[in-house]
């Protein structure tokens, strides 16, 4: 923190308002009203987004479903590093579009969702909500409709001592002043002229804050793109900015005009009053080029924080203050992770008083935030501290002072996020209670430094951290995490098999020593074979084993799970790895299980290309099954004789990130003239307005447009428009069987049906909708054939669906 981020800090500190913004999804949330309530108003803000995001296409990489939910937490909380906001989120599962709020209530479960809401609000006790989005069809999705009226259900609920009593042994009930819709004019273009300060409000949030050197809309694009893994990358916003408020329960302070007017809380806090002046005293005579006058009047405020008070509002102070403290005499206190093993880590316990304050550490304790894990168990009970030191030691000025100590940890403890521990379908579930809500786990311990400064003796809690330094990054900080002693994996993404026909399986051992044995199997569906039965594994000369594996004849399916058991413990996780340069690192413990497919039809025989797309393991699932498929660079296309494959597939969303393609479309329509068949996965109608790009050049060899249609409703029936087209016929004969198991979705971003030159074969209807007839397009151009299809192949072919598969074969060999 430099001087204007201490002064910030304290502006911060003496404000009690406190706001928090309801949506849907990451990205839903503006940035724009959050940065200037957070840095222009200096309330204390939070971000509830309902999911996240685990149901959204990935721009930046592959993953999907839960992984890319991990990706999409660590974008918000990015985002809100930087507009200084907290977040929240609630248990529900962002399941893919939904077309209202009923199915969206429903399938979550309302109550828990609500009951999180409620709890959230409790936890940070907010005096203004705000939703993003209106509570009725207009919010479009309906994610969005119902993040709002849970907002509103929520408002009276939280101040109900009879609702969720439950949450009460944690938290007290919470009334919150008024809900606003930060409406938009996108919505409504009268809004301007609604503005009547009573129940629709515009609020100038671009304004320039001269402390920050910059305005809170160029602070606010810095946020809103860190969503990197949606495309957001935005430019700054300058100028002035009005967001319009329209008020949708509660009331304003009496007389007043001003949305964000709301009670003082320090006439109800201990020490309020005394500290409020101080602060105020402060913020006059805080001078910036000698931070560290304020320090007597820092230590005389830390007196009077009352400290057994956990009110959100205290606890926040609290840490504010003791942040400021230690940026105004330069302390710098830091349990770093030094060495680590699987049952055990070391710790280097670091201080240094930089500035030359004279200061003396009178002891440390490593201290247990949460009562709920049991990353440490061989230690302490929770929520209790245990003494490292007790040790005067003199802290010279500029000088570091260091204990180091060992400390015993669960392996693998923390290598799976909290939300994803339990089986969940469309609402996670939470180990413990406390933990919903929290973005992250939050229990990591921490050490609890006690420093003496003059006469006052202070309590720093710095939670547990871990750096590496790379040669181009330099020093980076990773999360703390305890990996399992032993993870499995299973070579291939998709376990696909001919009936009756062994196939190998090959298992990666990782973490073996000379030391190890146990014995390494297979579980597999019942009614098929594997040999050997199991292997015997005595230390580390192997990590890679094989296993022979036959299919029953009736091609029944399941998951093939590699299980390690040594000394008593079965190991049957693996570890994946999220690693972006916007994110922290993470590592996560999943179950090393695999589809186990028997593939009953005819796998294509010739010779494929696969485009890449924006990510999608269309490719891997392809090779997978048998097919030989070779990716292509775009930027091989002119050098490449194409005349070799028998078709060239184009990965999701191929010509929305790369206009490469979008130049080089007239030598694959060449190529499909020639009589290739070239095979274009669902793209956005994004930067693709109607099928075309500013050029006039088209993905097809006739212009089509592309559409927002979808089928949201994965066992939707299927409508065989045109019975006889290849599609259904050759080689394989494909029936509303092959619709059967589908995941999340059947497709979007449909083509539009009507276009000239162009055969749709398939139509499929959401519940109570029309028939979308454009999953699938195709004609034949020249001696070939170009085919788009929205139909979701990339959810498909790699959860191993076996009519996905069928279906795709017979487009590819068209
Ligand atoms: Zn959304």
């Avoid at 930087?82 to 599962?93: E, L, N, P, S, Y």
Wanted: with cysteine; glycine share 8%; aromatic share 10%.
């Amino acid at each position: 923190m430099d001087p204007s981020e201490i002064y910030a800090s304290l502006q911060k500190m003496s404000q009690t308002t406190r706001v928090l913004y309801i949506a849907a999804h990451p990205d839903d949330e503006n940035t724009r009203l959050l940065t200037f309530l957070s840095r222009g108003k200096h309330f204390e803000t939070a971000y509830l987004s309902l999911t996240r995001g685990d149901g959204g296409q990935n721009l930046i990489g592959d993953e999907q479903g839960a992984d890319l939910g991990i990706v999409r937490t660590q974008e918000l909380l990015a985002a809100r590093r930087v507009d200084g906001t907290r977040q929240f989120f609630t248990r529900a599962i962002d399941f893919g579009y939904s077309k209202s709020a009923q199915e969206s209530l429903s399938l979550w479960q309302h109550d828990s969702i609500l009951s999180d809401v409620v709890w959230v609000i409790r936890q940070f006790q907010p005096d203004i909500i705000i939703t993003r989005f209106p509570p009725d069809e207009r919010a479009g999705h309906g994610h969005h409709t119902a993040s709002a009226m849970l907002a509103l259900e929520a408002f009276d609920l939280a101040a109900d001592p009879g609702a969720f009593p439950e949450q009460l042994k944690w938290c007290e009930p919470w009334k919150v002043e008024r809900v606003f819709w930060n409406a938009s004019s996108w919505w409504d273009k009268t809004l301007p002229d609604q503005v009547d300060n009573k129940t629709v409000f515009g609020v100038d949030v671009g304004g320039y804050d001269p402390i920050l050197g910059m305005s809170y809309g160029e602070l606010a694009g810095k946020a809103r793109s860190q969503h990197r893994s949606q495309g957001f990358g935005v430019s700054p916003y300058r100028g002035e900015q009005i967001e319009y408020l329209r008020l949708l329960k509660g009331e304003l302070q009496p007389g007043s005009t001003d949305p964000f007017e709301a009670d003082s809380h320090w006439v109800k806090m201990v020490n309020g009053t005394e500290t409020r002046s101080l602060l105020v005293k402060m913020l006059e005579e805080y001078d910036m080029k000698d931070p560290l006058a304020a320090l007597p009047d820092l230590l005389k405020m830390y007196a009077l924080v009352p400290s057994e008070d956990r009110t959100p509002q205290w606890t926040d102070k609290q840490n504010r203050l003791s942040d400021i403290i230690a940026a105004s005499v330069g302390l710098w206190l830091e349990p770093v992770v030094i060495a680590k093993e699987t049952d055990r880590i070391q710790i280097s316990a670091e201080c240094l008083s930089a500035a030359g304050v004279s200061a003396t550490v009178t002891g440390m304790d490593l201290y247990f935030p949460g009562d709920g894990n049991d990353l440490f168990p061989m230690l302490h009970p929770r929520g209790k501290a245990a003494q490292i030191s007790s040790e005067k030691q003199q802290l010279p000025a500029n000088i570091f002072v260091r204990d180091t100590f060992w400390i015993a940890v669960t392996p693998g403890a923390n290598a799976t996020p909290y939300w994803l521990q339990r089986p969940y379908s469309t609402t996670y579930q939470a180990a413990d209670a406390k933990w919903r809500g929290q973005p992250e786990w939050d229990d990591l311990p921490a050490v609890r430094f006690r420093i003496q400064l003059g006469e006052s003796e202070l309590a720093f809690t710095r939670k547990l951290v871990e750096k590496k330094i790379d040669p181009a990054r330099g020093e980076y900080y990773v999360p703390v995490q305890m990996l399992p002693a032993y993870h499995v994996h299973v070579e291939e993404q998709l376990c696909l098999f001919k009936p009756g026909l062994p196939s190998e399986v090959h298992v990666k051992l990782d973490g073996l020593d000379a030391e190890t044995t146990g014995d390494l199997k297979l579980r597999i569906p019942s009614g098929w074979s594997v040999s050997p039965a199991s292997i015997r594994i005595q230390g580390n000369e192997h990590t890679l084993y094989t296993f022979q594996v036959t299919a029953s004849d009736n091609g029944s399916e399941g998951v093939i799970t590699p299980v390690f058991h040594s000394h008593g413990n079965d190991y049957k996780q693996e570890i994946t790895d999220i690693i972006y340069e916007h994110l922290p690192e993470q590592h996560i413990a999943h179950i090393a299980s695999r589809p186990a497919m028997v593939l009953l039809m005819h796998v294509p025989e010739g010779s494929y290309a696969y485009i890449e797309g924006a990510g999608d393991l269309v490719l891997e699932s392809l090779q997978a099954a048998g097919v030989n498929v070779e990716p292509l660079s775009v930027n091989d296309l002119a050098v490449t004789d194409l005349s070799v494959y028998d078709a060239i597939i184009t990965g999701v969303r191929a010509y929305n990130v790369s206009d490469r393609l979008i130049s080089a479309q007239p030598l694959l329509l060449q190529y499909v003239q020639q009589g290739g068949t070239l095979l274009v996965q669902y793209n956005t109608t994004n930067n693709f307005t109607l099928g075309r790009n500013a050029d006039g050049a088209s993905m097809g060899p006739y212009p089509f447009s592309l559409t927002r249609g979808r089928t949201t409703d994965e066992n939707a029936s299927p409508e065989f428009l045109l019975p006889d087209h290849p599609v259904w016929n050759t080689p394989d004969k494909i029936t509303a069987d092959d619709f059967e198991g589908w995941v999340q979705e059947r497709g979007l971003y449909y083509a539009d049906a009507t276009a000239d030159h162009y055969q749709a074969p398939l139509g499929f209807a959401d519940p109570g909708e029309e028939t979308l007839r454009g999953a699938i397009l195709t004609t034949d151009y020249g001696q070939g054939t170009f085919i788009y299809t929205g139909l979701s192949f990339f959810r498909q072919l790699p959860a191993g669906v076996p009519g996905a598969y069928k279906l795709f074969f017979n487009m590819m060999t068209y």
